[in-house]
C-alpha cells in the first residue's frame, strides 16, 4: 500500500493493513453489485480490475 495522506491519517500499517485490504475489496463487491456486466474482478497491489461480459455495451464498448 502506498504512503498517502490516507494511509498516514488512519495510520495503516505497511505493507498491507487489514482494514485497507477490507476496504478495497469491500469496494470491488459493491462495483460489482451495481454493474452486472462484470464477470470478474481481481486486485493486484492499489487498483482492482473488472472484465465485463464479451457483449456489454456500457462505456461505449465494442467488439475488437
Not at 34 to 57: C, K, M, N, Q
Request: aromatic content about 12%.
Amino acid at each position: 500500500m502506498a504512503k498517502s495522506k490516507f494511509t498516514s491519517r488512519y495510520s495503516f500499517e505497511k505493507p498491507n493493513d487489514a482494514r485497507g485490504l477490507g476496504l478495497m475489496n469491500d469496494s470491488a463487491k459493491a462495483t460489482l453489485g451495481t454493474l452486472p456486466e462484470i464477470v470478474l474482478a481481481y486486485g493486484h497491489s492499489d487498483e482492482f480490475s473488472f472484465v465485463f461480459e464479451r457483449a456489454t455495451e456500457l462505456f461505449e464498448r465494442r467488439a475488437s
